[in-house]
């Protein structure tokens, strides 16, 4: 079984800045891209970053020149530094997973979420 845990979230003043993570856990065999999705109250889920195995990110233009993805993948995990924050950053964040449970055998895995506060 493969577990998401995120960490890292909390309540921070406007301009501040948060550091999430995610480890990924259990029977895995690899793990092609991770990212990050947000989802505000009342509001669909939206990307905010994600990164390939090779360390590719791709990142909403909200965010960009503030938000920086990260991985290390000896440890199956993702991180995303969240610098200058401002208050409609506010959201539960969810760290995301494409992972290879034996060879050739996919699936896509959500984390629980984590809530992040900007106050202004």
């Known amino acids: 079984q493969v577990q998401l845990v995120e960490s890292g979230g909390g309540l921070v003043q406007a301009g501040g800045s948060l550091r999430l993570s995610c480890v990924a856990s259990?029977?895995?065999?690899?793990?092609?891209?991770m990212g990050w999705y947000r989802q505000a109250p009342g509001k669909r889920r939206d990307l905010v970053a994600t990164?390939?195995?090779?360390?590719?990110?791709n990142y909403a233009d909200s965010v960009k020149g503030r938000f920086t993805i990260s991985r290390d993948n000896a440890k199956n995990t993702v991180y995303l530094q969240m610098n200058s924050l401002k208050p409609e950053d506010t959201a539960v964040y969810y760290c995301?997973?494409?992972?290879?449970?034996?060879?050739?055998?996919?699936?896509?895995?959500w984390g629980q979420g984590t809530q992040v506060t900007v106050s202004s």
């Open positions: 259990g029977s895995i065999f690899s793990i092609n891209a």
């Open positions: 990164i390939t195995s090779s360390r590719r990110a």
């Open positions: 995301n997973a494409d992972i290879e449970l034996t060879a050739g055998v996919w699936n896509d895995y």
